[in-house]
């Protein structure tokens, strides 16, 4: 099993950034792609940025041009830069590992970081 731990998440008004941390640990190895998912109140959860081990980043329509997402195969992390934040982008962000079709490879989820926007 592999557990993820994120951080850096906070209050921020419009149009500001946020850096989220992601650590992961335990059987990382199997790890092939990793992904930052949101939650928002009443909302089901989606999938916002993910990086294969080569580095390749993908974004959802939502924050693509506006988030980065980068990942430190050697450390086990995976960070998550937004910018121009917007009201809507507020939720419980999460990491995880992504399969192929987007769907979080692991049913245990870490605590989550939380992302208020303010207008």
């Known amino acids: 099993q592999v557990q993820f731990v994120e951080s850096g998440g906070g209050l921020v008004q419009a149009g500001g950034s946020l850096r989220l941390s992601c650590l992961a640990s335990g059987s990382t190895f199997v790890i092939n792609r990793i992904g930052w998912f949101r939650q928002a109140p009443g909302k089901q959860r989606e999938l916002v940025a993910q990086i294969d081990n080569l580095g390749f980043g993908k974004y959802g329509d939502s924050v693509k041009g506006r988030f980065i997402i980068s990942g430190d195969n050697a450390q086990n992390t995976a960070t998550l830069q937004m910018n121009s934040l917007k009201p809507d982008d507020t939720a419980v962000y999460y990491c995880?590992?992504?399969?192929?079709?987007?769907?979080?490879?692991?049913?245990?989820w870490g605590q989550g970081t939380q992302v208020t926007v303010s207008s």
């Open positions: 995880n590992a992504v399969l192929l079709n987007g769907n979080p490879a692991f049913d245990s």
